[in-house]
């Protein structure tokens, strides 16, 4: 069964903590990205990294931080400097080539109380 | 020049109706243009996409419209029905293009179709 993975699918957090959002891909794609939904909102870009061990800052990439260690997996830390992040977070991956295409996850919704 | 201006933000459309929703690009470099559905608490799902060579592509009841010289594209949907009630984006970005790239997103479109 191919695809991305996003868990968990909710997150509850004390205010203060850290959180990391896990995303892996088996699609054998190279490029993979990190957006912030807010309610009723549109996507917004954290991060993206085109090949492992490289990645670069979005639009809002203030308080969150990633690693690409490995070509199919792409985590999210969400740090205590974020200063809203209760959101919903979604990942996608990009096939690149002839049929360059992105798609996404099923998202992690995270609440901090 | 990056940007990607949809329109409207809200849309209700009766059953059976035809809902149109429209983007706008400035950056002509732009040359994959696809449409993504989500529905509440999901991740968006790819609908349909077009390249700039074509003025029209059609899968099932939807359509795109592309007008390269006016640098536009539209979404249809025919013979709308409540099931197609979802939130639709539009995108744009270059393909074949070596380094990181990101695609551009419209703001939205929550469309409702009313039974």
């Known amino acids: 069964d191919g695809g991305i993975t996003q868990s968990p699918k909710y997150l509850f957090r004390k205010e203060g903590q850290n959180v990391t959002l896990s995303c892996e891909q088996n699609l054998n794609h190279d490029a993979m990205y990190w957006y912030r939904q807010d309610p009723g909102q549109g996507l917004r870009l954290i991060y993206y990294?085109?090949?492992?061990?490289?990645?670069q800052k979005g639009d809002i990439a203030e308080g969150y931080s990633v690693s690409r260690e490995k070509k199919e997996s792409f985590p999210l830390t969400v740090t205590s400097a974020q200063k809203n992040p209760t959101a919903f977070y979604l990942c996608?991956?990009?096939?690149?080539?002839?049929?360059?295409?992105?798609?996404f996850g099923p998202g992690t919704r995270l609440t901090v109380l | 020049q990056q940007q990607v201006k949809q329109s409207p933000q809200s849309l209700i459309v009766q059953k059976g109706g035809i809902s149109i929703i429209n983007c706008a690009y400035e950056n002509t470099a732009f040359d994959y243009f696809p449409w993504y559905q989500q529905f509440p608490g999901k991740g968006p799902a790819l609908l349909i996409a077009?390249?700039?060579?074509?003025s029209e592509k059609k899968e099932g009841r939807f359509t795109i419209s592309f007008n390269k010289s006016a640098k536009q594209f539209s979404l249809h949907i025919m013979d709308s029905q409540p099931g197609d009630s979802a939130t639709y984006f539009c995108a744009a970005f270059r393909t074949f293009i070596q380094g990181a790239q990101k695609l551009v997103f419209g703001q939205g479109t929550r469309l409702t179709i009313n039974p």
């Open positions: 996608a991956s990009r096939t690149g080539g002839a049929a360059d295409t992105q798609y």
């Open positions: 077009i390249r700039p060579d074509v």
């Open positions: 990294s085109q090949i492992v061990n490289d990645f």
